[in-house]
T-cell receptor
Framework: KAGVTQTPRYLIKTRGQQVTLSCSPI?????VSWYQQTPGQGLQFLFE???????NKGNFPGRFSGRQFSNSRSEMNVSTLELGDSALYLC?????????????FGPGTRLTVT | KNQVEQSPQSLIILEGKNCTLQ??????????LRWYKQDTGRGPVSLTI???SENTKSNGRYTATLDADTKQSSLHITASQLSDSASYIC?????????WGAGTKLIIKP
């Protein structure tokens, strides 16, 4: 079974631009979650999508948004990028509610904002 | 406040030695507790998931213990290998919310 894939793996953007990251979950998984990880920080939960609906949201500004498609693939968008948005963005999929089922993480997208 | 605290922050041990990482939590109510291993620059990989009724769970050389009364968990690594060098993260579930610890950075020296 193929694992969680994320594209692109690396990205360099300029402050003020916007960016879209993509995540393909493991086949059959319906829940996709997004996390931000900065150096020295733990994983910060962004949001969880299940069956195309946002089920949970962390404490991030509205510049961070996401969506999930009917095939469970998910995208995350960050608008008006700030230097502090430089981070590793991780996507995780699970069969159902991430709070009850095993989460499988992708390799992450390393975003650098200059 | 619902928190997960891990200790030590970092640990260096020699290859072949055992070690124990600690996780204390104040999360309530509690659904399950997880341990993840995260190699630098990569996504976390699940090691164990334990419900409140489980005391011990093993995954190869990794053994997690849970004391739901004292709200403490530990991850014991036996006969460490160089590939065990990573961050180990404790996560406690409260309802639909996953509360992540800051992790323990483990370095195995040859």
């Amino acid at each position: 079974k193929a694992g969680v894939t994320q594209t692109p793996r690396y990205l360099i953007k300029t402050r003020g631009q916007q960016v879209t990251l993509s995540c393909s979950p493991i086949s059959g998984h319906r829940s996709v979650s997004w996390y931000q990880q900065t150096p020295g920080q733990g994983l910060q939960f962004l949001f969880e999508y299940f069956s195309e609906t946002q089920r949970n949201k962390g404490n991030f500004p509205g510049r961070f948004s996401g969506r999930q498609f009917s095939n469970s693939r998910s995208e995350m968008n960050v608008s008006t990028l700030e230097l502090g948005d430089s981070a590793l963005y991780l996507c995780a999929s699970s069969w159902d509610r991430l709070s009850s089922y095993e989460q499988y993480f992708g390799p992450g997208t390393r975003l650098t904002v200059t | 406040k619902n928190q997960v605290e891990q200790s030590p922050q970092s640990l260096i041990i020699l290859e072949g030695k055992n070690c124990t990482l600690q996780c204390n939590y104040t999360v309530s109510p509690f659904s399950n507790l997880r341990w993840y291993k995260q190699d630098t620059g990569r996504g976390p990989v699940s090691l164990t998931i334990m419900t409140f009724s489980e005391n011990t769970k093993s995954n190869g050389r990794y053994t997690a213990t849970l004391d739901a009364d004292t709200k403490q968990s530990s991850l014991h690594i036996t006969a460490s290998q160089l590939s065990d060098s990573a961050s180990y993260i404790c996560v406690v579930t409260r309802g639909d919310q996953l509360i992540w610890g800051a992790g323990t950075k483990l370095i195995i020296k040859p």
